[in-house]
């Protein structure tokens, strides 16, 4: 186990070592208050999250534009209406997936300086009751500052979301991997990309990524 860790810890490392010579990129920390971060041009647009996560904003039009690939990257996990993606770091690969996606963030973003198009929002993971094991104090609403979700209908979703993944974690932790429920929800929630009533959405998303984590009872 401590082989997996030292791994792990060694891949978030050396994305920070590859990225911190980058003439664009400034090194500091993450803004939601977990992690590290780089930011471009005043904003912070990639977030690497404990041992083997980040999230990386390619803003909305370049999300939409590599809607397919992204899709089909095992790796990356891209959620309807945000610029945000998550990236798994699970290996060398990944690291080369994750830095060639940072030199397409860095050009969508510098290209929205002088438009008036909405900056950065906040990172989709940052808050997430999944980052309690790696982060020394509790994040903000857990005994600290609230964690409502705002007026906007795409971060109120990944609120929900948050609380799904995190729910069915903490639920399924025994016999499933988090990274594996992880997965299991995300490929159920992709399944209503273009679902355009978005309101029953998270709670079809648990009850069908439940299922399939649940093996059935013997006969």
Request: proline share 9%; charged share 25%.
């Amino acid at each position: 186990m401590g082989g997996t860790d030292g791994l792990r810890t060694c891949l978030a490392e050396s994305v920070v070592e590859q990225l911190n010579g980058w003439p664009a990129l400034r090194l500091c920390r993450a803004d939601c208050g977990f992690g590290r971060a780089f930011a471009c041009g005043g904003d912070q647009i990639l977030h690497l999250h404990g041992r083997d996560q980040a999230e990386l904003y390619l803003t909305w039009p370049y999300v939409r534009r590599m809607h397919k690939p992204l899709r089909e990257c095992a790796s990356v996990r891209t959620r309807p209406g945000s610029g945000w993606v998550g990236v798994w770091l699970g290996g060398d690969d990944d690291i080369a997936l994750l830095v060639s996606l940072v030199s397409v963030a860095i050009k969508a973003n510098l290209a929205t300086l002088d438009t008036v198009q909405p900056r950065v929002g906040p990172c989709s993971l940052g808050y997430s009751h999944l980052a309690e094991q790696f982060m020394p104090q509790p994040p903000p609403g857990r005994g600290g500052l609230p964690m409502t979700p705002s007026g906007n209908p795409v971060e109120r979703e990944e609120h929900v979301m948050r609380e799904v993944t995190d729910r069915l974690v903490r639920r399924l932790g025994g016999s499933h991997p988090p990274k594996q429920v992880s997965q299991v929800i995300d490929a159920v929630y992709r399944r209503f990309d273009d679902r355009p009533v978005r309101d029953f959405v998270p709670v079809l998303v648990e009850r069908l990524a439940r299922e399939k984590l649940t093996p059935d009872p013997p006969a």
